[in-house]
């Protein structure tokens, strides 16, 4: 037997705002969150892009070094946007500690800062004898260190699942949260992905020649999803949460059901670690089609991965092309703040909940002149008011990861 | 360093960077001040910082009976004593 799983409470710290109504704002007025690439001292001159999705407002944590000791940069937004979801949910915390919520929860490559620090820490000392790198220094750049901040500042004690596979982190986490929460293993989950600001994500796109650099002097003017004159992607920094529950449970209790997860796929291309793959991807679209038991056509709004590379978009186009035809609406939300790697799956989901709430779509930022090999969708031109019943947000990962989650409205 | 210029000494890295609130010197640090395995190891490095000199394993080891500021003192000094030929 299967259970329906809802969403109750979501929170996106993205370039484009924090708060719902900043995100909304940014989103109806094609404000974008792309801005110069801050200097890191290190590699910043060494690396072709100059652009970055940044979070650049402050952030009122709050957190105290009880709680701080264990956490580098990637573990503050995570624990923020925890904290954000479970104060929304009403959540009782006897509920919260009680095993019966877990935590799927993950970013890209744990604190890339810290990391950084351990070596600079170990190479910098060697000579006066005090090479002794800091005792929680790996407690704040592991893997999994975002879910487990979160368990540790909250007390929770359910399942920790860190799933960590580049892009499709935080899709893979909210699709292995659905299922905990579908299949009984948990009654609510905690899920959802961060990545802080970090060079080394960008040297890496840029030395695959993947990176946007013709933009440097124009930031607002990348990625450019779709568009014909694209020239790659943006890195960006973020983190985003969702609390999925069970559907009975989160309606007795009288929860603020913001929408239902109704379908997710997970597969991988089983090659190519790099090149995006069109089998693999359309098969991924139609197994969540399946899981959602719903058809094509039921689809309204497709928020698409499009980082704005050249192969990547052209790829997608045709996979929602063989799939869906021309009928759903289509967007490439990272038009309006870069990839924001490990969140980014997380961001799209909350970014298409806010807009089914509000009843439109926003248009793809920078899609000025469409590929002529992606013209055959039904992209989204300019803000739209219309409402959207059943959204897919679509993500595909280095290492041949794609991933598909199916919402509804409620 | 004297006992009374080690106590200022540890009594401003407990509050300045353990966020300790008002310290007694025999108050219980974990059960008082929430202080724990892992700021344990962190006062160590704090410590051999201070001392000038590494701790070996063993010292290190010793530490972990540790459950007070007295305590904290009296392992400083013992230790101190021990190195004073290093």
């Known amino acids: 037997m299967t259970r329906r799983v809802v969403i109750t409470a979501c929170s996106a710290i993205t370039p484009i705002g924090y708060k719902k109504k900043d995100i909304i704002k940014s989103l109806r007025e094609g404000r974008s ?62 509920f919260i500690t009680s095993g019966r919520l877990g935590v799927s929860f993950s970013s890209t490559h744990g604190s890339p800062t810290i990391q950084r620090n351990i070596y600079k820490t170990f190479f910098g000392n060697l000579e006066n004898g005090f090479s002794s790198i800091g005792a929680v220094d790996y407690l704040k750049s592991m893997v999994h260190t975002t879910a487990v901040n979160i368990t540790r500042m909250f007390g929770i004690t359910g399942r920790v699942i860190a799933s960590s596979t580049a892009c499709t982190t935080s899709s893979q986490s909210i699709g292995f949260g659905y299922e905990m929460v579908k299949y009984g293993m948990q009654d609510a989950m905690i899920c959802g992905g961060a990545d802080e600001y970090d060079t080394t994500t960008v040297a890496v796109f840029d030395n695959l020649l993947a990176c946007s650099v013709d ?11 779709f568009d014909t004159n694209r020239d790659g992607l943006v890195v960006g920094e973020g983190g985003a949460a969702v609390l999925l529950e069970e559907y009975e449970s989160a309606k007795a209790r009288g929860a603020n059901i913001i929408g239902e997860v109704i379908g997710f796929a997970c597969n991988n291309n089983g090659g190519d670690l790099i090149l995006p793959n069109l089998d693999g991807i359309t098969s991924t679209l139609r197994l969540a089609l399946q899981d959602a038991k719903c058809n094509p056509e039921d689809v309204d709004f497709i928020s698409a991965h499009a980082t704005a590379t ?11 092309d063989q799939v869906y035809g021309s009928k759903p609406y289509v967007a490439g939300l990272k038009s309006y703040m870069g990839h924001t790697m490990g969140t980014c799956g997380a961001i799209e989901m909350i970014l298409s909940l806010y807009m089914m709430e509000q009843g439109f779509l926003a248009p793809t930022l920078n899609l000025e002149t469409i590929d002529e090999r992606c013209a055959m969708l039904n992209h989204v031109p300019e803000v739209i008011e219309t409402k959207t019943r059943i959204a897919a947000i679509q993500n595909f990962a280095f290492g041949g990861v794609n991933t598909c989650l199916l919402v509804r409205d409620v | ?81 021990a190195h004073k030929t290093d």
């Open chain 1, 215 to 225: 933009y440097n002097d124009t930031p607002e003017c990348t990625p450019r999803p």
């Open chain 1, 310 to 320: 050249k192969m990547g978009d052209v790829i997608e186009s045709q996979a929602i």
């Open chain 2, 1 to 81: 360093m004297t006992r009374e210029n080690l106590e200022k000494n540890i009594v401003a890295i407990l509050v300045d960077e353990f966020e300790f609130e008002n310290p007694g010197l025999n108050d219980n640090l974990r059960d008082v001040h929430g202080f724990d395995s892992i700021d344990a190891i962190e006062l160590l490095a704090k410590i051999e910082e201070m001392l000038g000199f590494q701790l070996s394993r063993k010292e290190k080891e010793q530490a972990m009976s540790i459950r007070t500021i007295n305590d904290i003192l009296d392992y400083i000094v013992s230790m101190q004593d």
């Open chain 1, 33 to 94: 969150g792309v801005k110069p690439l801050r200097d890191d001292g290190l590699l910043t001159d060494h690396i072709h892009s100059k652009v970055f999705g940044t979070v650049d407002y402050p952030i009122d944590y709050g957190f105290g070094r009880k709680d701080t000791k264990t956490m580098g940069p990637v573990a503050y937004y995570a624990c923020q946007v925890a904290k954000d979801v479970l104060a929304a949910s009403g959540l009782s915390q006897d």
